[in-house]
């Protein structure tokens, strides 16, 4: 490893950046030093502006890729290197806002029944009862099923935080049922190696298998069980600010978002055209 980039895992280490965050800022730093074969401190204003512009025109990254890029960009520039002649001129992309995919509850239920090993349906009804990312889900362990209180501590999620989530007495009854055929000891859900979590890969699998199995033709991830979860919660007249502190969101808008999503109410809805007087003929000619 590079001093340089000893430097900059330093800095963002004593800035408490996630793991995951780290590892990508560095692959980030590491791609726009390959495209110029050079350190990426010998590099200036122009360079940088020329290798986004690469992103953006050639390998046509989407806008959080490229938002992904600019800010370990900037980071490196202003904090390891102090030079903000280039961190200032990194201008943002902006970022385009399509809704996420959502399943009805009849679709999650076909999803569940398509799902074969124990482990996988446990899992996967986990993360959708309680709204968990997969790099949550994965990393429970048998602890943070608390029975006597009825709820679900997720350790360190998304912002290094932890919350509990609600344990669905349904839910209960499935990992009861899968402790006593699989007994894990420390994570709930073990990869093949007894120390170590699934992999988010073989979730992936999963998810993918179920779908096929099921004939749906949406994609279906574990994210898409926590827009799901969100969703239902949402139509089935749960507050806002409650979906906001199950899911962990720091920012109100990003859960707002699902107002727009949600669709039990529109049936209900009078259309404008409903309410205007019959045509003369009833609209026939």
Not at 77 to 93: F, K, N, Q
């Amino acid at each position: 490893m590079t001093p340089l980039r000893r430097r900059m895992i330093d800095d963002m280490t004593l800035r408490n950046l996630a793991p995951k965050t780290i590892q990508a800022y560095v692959r980030c730093v590491a791609r726009l030093a390959r495209h110029f074969h050079t350190s990426p401190d010998r590099l200036g204003a122009e360079d940088v502006r020329a290798f986004l512009l690469h992103l953006l025109q050639e390998r046509r990254v989407s806008p959080s890729y490229y938002n992904q890029a600019r800010s370990a960009l900037r980071f490196f520039y202003h904090v390891t290197l102090g030079r903000d002649d280039v961190a200032d001129t990194i201008a943002p992309a902006r970022q385009t806002r399509a809704l996420p995919v959502v399943l009805s509850t009849g679709e999650v239920e076909r999803f569940f029944a398509a799902i074969g090993p124990l482990k996988h349906r446990a899992l996967l009804m986990t993360a959708y009862a309680a709204g968990l990312r997969v790099s949550e889900v994965t990393q429970l362990r048998v602890p943070d099923i608390d029975s006597a209180r009825r709820v679900i501590r997720v350790r360190q999620g998304k912002g290094r935080k932890d919350r509990y989530v609600m344990l669905s007495p349904r839910l209960l009854e499935v990992l009861r049922t899968y402790w006593k055929a699989v007994r894990p000891h420390d994570f709930l859900f073990p990869g093949a190696d007894p120390q170590r979590p699934i992999s988010t890969a073989s979730v992936r699998q999963a998810c993918y298998r179920a779908r096929l199995l099921a004939g749906m033709g949406k994609p279906v991830t574990v994210h898409t069980l926590r827009h799901s979860f969100a969703t239902h919660l949402l139509e089935a007249g749960t507050d806002l600010r409650t979906i906001q502190v199950l899911l962990g969101h720091r920012s109100f808008n990003t859960t707002a978002r699902y107002v727009h999503i949600a669709t039990a109410s529109l049936p209900s809805i009078t259309s404008p055209l409903d309410r205007l007087a019959p045509s003369p003929g009833g609209g026939r000619r």
